[in-house]
């Protein structure tokens, strides 16, 4: 456990990365380009749950749709879990943004 390669700095990098860009990127737009529909679709297209800090108040939706992915992994089959994952982030922000 001791021996750290290349490998493993990689993953490490792109682990770090992956949590760290979304919530970047959402806090980042919501300050520069707030309320623009298109880019909290994209969001949540792209980075799922996590593409909810786009909007006010996220961190409730945030973990509502967390458990929504979650669940659907755990009892549906893959293509419908697969399918629910894809568009529930998506319709909650679109839905979130339109009120």
């Given at each position: 456990?001791?021996?750290?390669?290349?490998?493993?700095?990689?993953?490490?990098?792109?682990?770090?990365?992956?949590?760290?860009?979304?919530?970047?990127?959402?806090?980042r737009?919501?300050?520069?380009?707030?309320?623009?529909?298109?880019?909290?679709?994209?969001?949540?297209l792209?980075?799922?749950?996590?593409?909810q800090?786009?909007?006010?108040?996220?961190?409730?939706?945030?973990?509502?749709?967390?458990?929504?992915?979650?669940?659907?992994?755990?009892?549906?089959?893959?293509?419908?879990?697969?399918?629910?994952?894809?568009?529930?982030?998506?319709?909650?922000?679109?839905?979130?943004?339109?009120?």
């Open positions: 456990m001791g021996d750290v390669n290349f490998n493993m700095i990689m993953a490490l990098v792109l682990v770090v990365g992956a949590v760290v860009l979304p919530i970047w990127l959402g806090f737009l919501r300050r520069t380009r707030p309320g623009v529909l298109w880019i909290g679709i994209l969001l949540s792209v980075f799922g749950p996590a593409g800090i786009y909007v006010e108040g996220w961190l409730p939706w945030f973990l509502i749709l967390l458990g929504v992915c979650i669940a659907a992994q755990q009892l549906l089959p893959p293509e419908l879990a697969m399918l629910v994952m894809i568009v529930s982030s998506p319709l909650v922000i679109f839905f979130r943004m339109r009120r």
